[in-house]
């Protein structure tokens, strides 16, 4: 199992950034996706989550409106487009993979499959 994700880097504040994972070792489209972050010193947090078929997603409220999150089967491939950068949106960003129908709730623990984070920095 591996999740692969890109895109990070340093853009400045009310800039965009496209974060994408790479999935393979299991049946993707099987597997509810998500983001979670990790600010220095602080606890791993949700962002997004997006269900199997795409239909349905889910933000943290500090996010929504800014961040949409996407997928797409066929490439096994699920994408965090994040607009309107705030400083505060620094971190490492994971993707994880879930089959738990109840991933929407952004609980670290029922997610079974993680990436190894990319860094994004917002700069002031």
């Known amino acids: 199992v591996q999740l692969q994700a890109s895109g990070g880097g340093l853009v400045q504040a009310g800039g965009s950034l496209r974060l994408s994972c790479a999935a393979s070792g299991f049946t993707f489209s099987a597997y509810h996706m998500g983001w979670f972050r990790q600010a220095p010193g602080k606890e791993r947090e949700f962002v997004a989550a997006i269900n199997w078929s795409g239909g349905s997603t889910y933000f943290t409220d500090s996010v929504k409106g800014r961040f949409t999150i996407s997928r797409d089967n066929a490439k096994n491939t699920v994408s965090l487009q994040m607009n309107s950068l705030d400083p505060e949106d620094t971190a490492v960003y994971y993707c994880?993979?879930?089959?738990?129908?109840?991933?929407?709730?952004?609980?670290?623990?029922?997610?079974?499959?993680w990436g190894q984070g990319t860094l994004v920095t917002v700069s002031s």
């Open positions: 994880a993979a879930a089959t738990n129908s109840y991933y929407y709730t952004g609980r670290r623990e029922l997610y079974g499959y």
